[in-house]
């Protein structure tokens, strides 16, 4: 067990069913662009460690099974790191032919404005009964490529570069046939480029249509066209896989990832004659560009500055930050215990984007790890800090022992923190530090 009470405290909250709340929104502006998928919006949490991982094809020495990045429960039972935990039941339930997944998702990271130990993904799927299409008097690619013709055509410019499968980079199944993937691909690729289209330019006309006060993110020059690219990736859980990335105020922004769904796990959910595509994407990451959101935290507020900006029934506009609060950043150093350091002491977070879990991550270190820094931090002080960074590492000449030095940024988005109250979190973070994991001050 490695769950905080904090973090059980978030499960029933459930943001993405909140009415005029910004991921619900979201959710629904891209459930609107898949008409007769079933919708799932209410699976719980707590799932086993096979539905999470084993199911999945996760290698058993996977990093996302660590205790560094996932909350359990017990040996068994974890908080669900990704939707993806309930696509072998869905598959198995096959109550329809698409199907789209929304739900809160719990993993231990970084803390900034971008991370958040709870968050929201959609997860979707479209599959195709082999036999059904044989029936028919049709070839599965045929009955594919019918369907392919009815999703909407947009006029955005993809780069598409790389070959649908490659056999060493991004190999097709054993069991499909070239042409059949080529179909799965095809109907994927433009059923989540409609997607795409929707959702940017819904964020383009809300940064277009009057910017509140202030300096904002969003007012970098606005008026490029969409420009949207297929990049290869990995998933244990699908090949060929790809990723979609957005040009996005002058970034590549990775937005969702996706592939040809693993034979293995359709079979091991008794629809063996079913074929197709699955993909997964971060509600928060799309909700904070759609509304130019700045900060992860600001979804979990209660506050009405923020919760009676959205509406369902109004076109989607941008919104405007009440004053920024002042930030107060205190720092703490202290030594590794002896035994961590040889270890290799802290190992540094990857950046990974909310939905690469399967693609990022670093070998777990022994004996420390920076999350759970970040995880003590975070009970200690709640919503109050924005972020935490390792700011100097350093390691004696002479003993080996490794110093590590964290800033600490305290702001709350809601109010002013006093210079009484900020020390007093500090110190008892500081004193969490030595008491949980064990380093020694500096
Ligand atoms: N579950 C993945 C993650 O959180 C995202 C994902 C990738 C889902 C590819 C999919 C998929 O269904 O096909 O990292």
Redesign the pocket.
Same mark, same amino acid.
């Given at each position: 067990m490695n769950t905080p009470s904090s973090i059980l405290s978030a499960i029933p909250r459930r943001l993405h069913t909140q009415p005029d709340h910004p991921l619900t929104i979201t959710r629904q502006l891209i459930e609107s662009r898949f008409p007769g998928y079933k919708t799932h919006n209410e699976l719980f949490p707590i799932v086993s460690v096979s539905q999470n991982f084993d199911s999945l094809g996760f290698p058993p020495d996977h990093i996302g099974r660590s205790r560094t990045d996932t909350y359990y429960l017990n040996r068994d039972t974890v908080l669900r790191?990704?939707?993806?935990a309930h696509?072998a039941d869905t598959f198995r339930a096959n109550e329809s032919e698409g199907y789209l997944i929304s739900a809160d998702?719990y993993r231990r990271d970084a803390i900034d404005r971008s991370h958040y130990p709870v968050f929201h993904?959609m997860?979707?799927?479209r599959t195709w009964d082999r036999r059904a299409a044989e029936q028919q008097g049709k070839t599965l690619a045929q009955v594919i490529w019918d369907d392919v013709a009815q999703i909407p055509k947009h006029d955005i410019d993809v780069e598409d570069p790389n070959p649908t499968f490659d056999a060493a980079r991004n190999p097709l199944q054993e069991g499909h046939s070239p042409e059949e993937t080529e179909a799965i691909a095809a109907h994927l690729k433009r059923s989540l480029e409609d997607v795409v289209v929707t959702i940017f330019n819904a964020a383009k006309q809300a940064s277009d249509a009057g910017s509140p006060p202030g300096p904002h993110p969003a007012d970098a020059d606005n008026n490029e066209p969409l420009k949207v690219r297929w990049v290869e990736?990995y998933?244990p859980?699908?090949t060929p896989?790809w990723e979609l990335e957005v040009f996005w105020q002058g970034d590549w922004l990775e937005v +969702?990832?996706?592939?040809v769904?693993q034979q293995s796990i359709l079979n091991n959910a008794g629809v063996s004659n079913r074929v197709g595509?699955?993909?997964? +994407?971060g509600l928060e990451r799309i909700a904070m560009l759609l509304y130019s959101i700045p900060d992860i935290r600001l979804f979990w507020s209660t506050d009405s500055r923020f919760l009676s900006q959205f509406s369902a029934d109004s076109p989607i506009r941008r919104f405007a930050p009440f004053s920024k609060y002042p930030a107060c950043f205190k720092d703490v150093s202290f030594w590794l215990k002896s035994s961590s350091s040889a270890a290799g002491g802290a190992t540094p977070l990857p950046r990974i984007s909310?939905?690469?879990?399967?693609?990022g991550g670093v070998a777990p270190g022994q004996g420390f790890h920076e999350n759970d820094v970040m995880e003590v931090a975070r009970e200690v002080c709640g919503d109050v800090v924005e972020d935490v960074r390792l700011t100097d590492e350093f390691v004696h000449p002479k003993t080996g022992r490794k110093s590590l030095c964290y800033r600490v940024n305290y702001r709350s988005l809601e109010r002013t923190l006093t210079n009484d109250e900020t020390n007093e979190l500090h110190e008892k973070f500081r004193q969490q530090l030595v008491d949980r994991l064990g380093v020694e001050l500096r």
């Open positions: 790191t990704h939707t993806s696509q998702v993904q997860e979707g799927a990736a998933f859980f699908t896989s +969702l990832g996706s592939g769904v595509w699955a993909f997964g +994407l909310p939905f690469t879990m399967a693609a």
